[in-house]
DNA sequence: TAAGGTACTTTGCATTGCAAGGTACCTTGA
DNA sequence: TCAAGGTACCTTGCAATGCAAAGTACCTTA
């Protein structure tokens, strides 16, 4: 029930999938191991998923809030302090959910191309 | 350089591709075989792509718009006349766009995937 | 000819993605 | 030592999407 206060519940995390679609890459990199902003947006890029730093912040703030990550600082011996996120128990089960959705996602398109591909 | 004008530049096609990821399946539907709103919301949720009257309708506008589709009026036996759409010529070029969009974001994140999962 | 089904449209809101601009910390080298 | 430049984080304002809900209009049929 308290679900229904943030933008991660899980019961719509098909229509998540299709609304904002970044949560889901973003989770999986903090879930692979913790990071921050920058190494996020490295990451991303190297996955040729461009995402800005205006798009990548809020979205941080917004899993922050809806506890699927949680972030300590951590010094940096080429600049000022890092937020380094780690994925919290509640974000690996939400990801798990969204690895469904998007599945199930994958699935679906890919049945559609075929059909559009066979008739040419 | 007119492209800039509306929504489906075919130059920012990944990042249309993420933002407003309806019009991929929609136009997919259209071009493998002309079909009217209901039906494609039909096939879209036989697809387990929920998508509702609000969400389809203005994006069959803006395909419109965008020349992506065209449409004729057609009688129906059970009702009023049904908007019949076709996909056009610069439709088929850009779903070819969005279909390569789709399947380097398919493999972006079933990479990420992978490598979440080696790390348990 | 009224009732109910089918089809299309519009309005208003919440949310996302992004460009652009801003703040603050830290290192380095002149 | 302190200015310059790099790194990191944050915010604001706009355009666009997705959706619920309400509305219009056509057509059949009982």
Redesign the interface.
């Known amino acids: 029930m308290s679900d229904t206060t943030h933008s991660f519940n899980i019961e719509n995390a098909?229509?998540q999938m299709?609304k904002g679609?970044?949560e889901?890459?973003v989770l999986?990199?903090i879930?692979?191991?913790p990071t921050y902003a920058p190494d996020i947006l490295k990451q991303l890029k190297e996955?040729?998923?461009?995402v800005v730093e205006g798009t990548l912040y809020p979205l941080l703030s917004r899993m922050k809030r809806a506890d699927l990550v949680s972030y300590t600082w951590e010094e940096s011996k080429s600049g000022p302090p890092r937020k380094m996120y780690t994925i919290t128990k509640e974000g690996k089960d939400v990801?798990a959910h969204l690895?469904e959705s998007?599945r199930?996602?994958?699935t679906?398109?890919?049945?559609?191309?075929k059909?559009?591909e066979k008739?040419n």
Chains 1, 2 share one sequence.
């Open positions: 098909k229509s299709r679609f970044l889901f890459p999986l990199i879930g692979t191991s996955a040729n998923l461009l990801l690895e998007w199930a996602l994958d679906s398109v890919n049945t559609l191309i059909q559009y008739g």
